[in-house]
């Protein structure tokens, strides 16, 4: 089995219309969510083997804060293929993946989020900031991922209630 989270970046701000897309930093809305969400996947007893993420500073923010609040201790790993990419771009980081790293999150970008996970699982929801979506493959190799072994696990965001 392996298991990968794919999170949207927490909330940013355009509050400095100066700054260019990829840096642009998480607002205060963002540096409330992305803890909360680290807390609820570390209430879940989750920890990855590996993060990766997108190096736009909203989302290595993100990566970072969540690492921090699940206990998280290796270093995140941060990819530029995941700026600005497509599902191709991320599907070939995914199954170039070690088969050692059974949990993965993949910290990054919407729209390309929503449609690697509409790949896999038919997902017809938009994933909001700090959104994080898990999909459980029912094989043992990164390289053998498909829609055909991917089950969709689990869907939480800031704003839905914890029942």
């Not at 993060?51 to 500073?57: D, L, R």
Request: glycine share 4%.
């Amino acid at each position: 089995m392996k298991k990968l989270y794919i999170i949207r970046h927490a909330k940013s701000s355009w509050s400095d219309a100066a700054l260019n897309d990829f840096e642009r930093p998480l607002n205060k809305r963002g540096k409330a969510n992305a803890p909360m969400m680290g807390e609820r996947l570390k209430e879940k007893g989750v920890m990855p083997d590996i993060i990766i993420s997108s190096p736009a500073k909203r989302a290595k923010s993100t990566a970072e804060i969540i690492a921090k609040e699940i206990g998280y201790e290796k270093k995140v790993l941060f990819d530029e293929n995941i700026y600005e990419s497509s599902v191709d771009k991320l599907r070939k980081i995914l199954t170039a993946l070690d088969d050692k790293q059974n949990t993965v999150f993949l910290v990054g970008h919407n729209p390309e989020l929503n449609m690697l996970v509409d790949y896999y699982v038919k997902f017809y929801e938009n994933i909001p900031t700090c959104g994080v979506v898990e999909v459980e493959f029912a094989c043992d190799t990164w390289a053998n991922i498909e829609p055909k072994n991917a089950k969709l696990i689990s869907f939480n965001y800031p704003k839905k209630s914890e029942s």
